[in-house]
């Protein structure tokens, strides 16, 4: 199994245990890693069963000023910034362990302008693989009801009562 990390973070894959198939044919990734797997998962040849996509970053509701915004904050003041998103990632509940990993502005961006492509999505369908995509109703990071919306058609999704962006529950 090959996992990838949210942005500015390292080893959250502890946070999805209870989610995971450990396989050598999965691949999955968590928030800004969810992009990062399906970018993998389209440009391998390996074969690939499973895509698990833990709180995707989906930012292509949101308009150019939103993005701008969130770039400029971090730009000003990375430390900042990441200690907010962390936050965010945990609300409604407190910040739990986590573990920090260097991040920088070119990923920041990738994350809040990547788009989602359903032909894409289709064509790994097509290729067999299982894609999972897992939400949190509390998420404070993405709009999971759209998100939901977005992936239903390529995707099982599974829509967590009262979870975080980390799938956290009370």
């Known amino acids: 199994m090959t996992f990838y990390s949210g942005f500015s973070l390292k080893d959250d894959i502890l946070n999805f245990e209870q989610f995971l198939k450990p396989s050598?044919?999965?691949?999955?990734?968590?928030?800004?890693?969810?992009?990062?797997?399906?970018?993998?998962?389209l440009e391998t040849s390996k074969r690939i069963d499973t895509l698990q996509l833990f709180s995707p970053a989906f930012f292509q509701?949101?308009?150019?000023?939103?993005?701008?915004?969130?770039?400029?904050?971090?730009?000003?003041?990375?430390?900042?910034?990441t200690e907010q998103f962390i936050e965010a990632c945990f609300a409604p509940l407190e910040v739990g362990n986590h573990t920090l990993n260097a991040s920088n502005e070119n990923?920041?961006?990738?994350?809040?302008?990547?788009?989602?492509?359903?032909?894409?999505?289709?064509?790994?369908?097509q290729r067999?693989?299982?894609?999972?995509?897992?939400l949190g109703s509390?998420?404070?990071?993405?709009?999971?009801?759209?998100?939901?919306?977005?992936?239903?058609?390529?995707?099982?999704?599974?829509?967590?009562?009262?979870?975080?962006?980390?799938?956290?529950?009370k």
């Open 107 to 125: 990923e920041l961006e990738e994350l809040l302008t990547f788009v989602w492509d359903e032909s894409d999505l289709e064509k790994l369908m």
């Open 24 to 41: 050598d044919l999965t691949l999955c990734g968590f928030s800004y890693g969810a992009i990062k797997a399906f970018k993998e998962a």
């Open 61 to 81: 509701n949101r308009d150019k000023k939103f993005k701008r915004l969130q770039l400029m904050a971090y730009k000003k003041n990375q430390i900042a910034y």
């Open 138 to 169: 509390e998420d404070k990071i993405v709009d999971a009801n759209i998100a939901s919306e977005f992936f239903r058609k390529y995707a099982t999704v599974y829509y967590i009562n009262g979870a975080n962006h980390f799938l956290q529950t």
């Open 128 to 134: 067999g693989i299982k894609i999972e995509v897992y």
